[in-house]
């Protein structure tokens, strides 16, 4: 038999796995601040999915996400993987609907990813975190 406080241990750790929230976090650095979004965090915010060809991926807006970091609308974004991959994404693209930062991926596409629809090349595997950079004058 079961002592009465490794039960309720026993039945809390299963709980946990059952309704263990997407793993990651999200770095939002802008100036000489920053803010770590985990992905717990980011489930909170409005949640809209979005389908790119066949795959459907749902999360929060980037826009939101950046927000909820203490960043103004407004502002580029430098976008980092995992393995160091950089990509900019202008303002416009930020304040867009449809970008979302994407939770609960299989290992080789998250645990986080940029989606932006009919954009390709800035849908970034793997991403962990977001820069603040002003926006580029055209």
Do not use: F, N, W
Request: hydrophobic share 50%; aromatic share 2%.
């Amino acid at each position: 038999m079961l002592r009465p406080a490794l039960a309720l241990a026993a039945v809390l750790a299963a709980s946990a796995c059952s309704a263990t929230p997407p793993a990651g976090a999200l770095e939002v650095q802008t100036g000489s601040r920053s803010e770590s979004l985990a992905a717990a965090r980011l489930a909170e915010l409005p949640q809209i999915e979005v389908a790119v060809g066949d795959k459907r991926y749902a999360g929060p807006r980037l826009r939101e996400a950046l927000l909820a970091a203490g960043v103004a609308s407004g502002v580029d974004v430098e976008v980092i993987a995992a393995d160091g991959y950089k990509q900019t994404v202008s303002a416009a693209t930020v304040g867009r609907d449809d970008v979302i930062v994407a939770l609960g991926l299989p290992p080789d596409e998250g645990p986080l990813r940029l989606i932006v629809p009919g954009s390709p090349g800035l849908s970034i595997r793997q991403v962990i975190a977001a820069r603040a950079v002003p926006a580029a004058v055209p």
